[in-house]
């Protein structure tokens, strides 16, 4: 099975003082291997260190 990891990130101005989290909760289950797990999040990371 092939697998494409394709990521974009929009800029957006935000006001971090006025920024709130609302609580929410998920009715989902993710089963994937740990391998994928750690390689999705070091992908994800990068957009961080920009």
């Known amino acids: 099975q092939d697998k494409i990891s394709d990521f974009e990130m ?3 101005d935000i006001d971090s003082e006025h920024l ?6 998920y009715h989902a289950i993710v089963r994937m291997p740990s391998s994928e797990f ?13």
Do not use: Q
């Open 38 to 50: 750690s390689r999705i999040c070091k992908d994800l990371s990068t957009i961080g260190d920009t």
């Open 10 to 12: 929009k800029l957006m």
């Open 20 to 25: 709130g989290i609302p609580e929410a909760e």
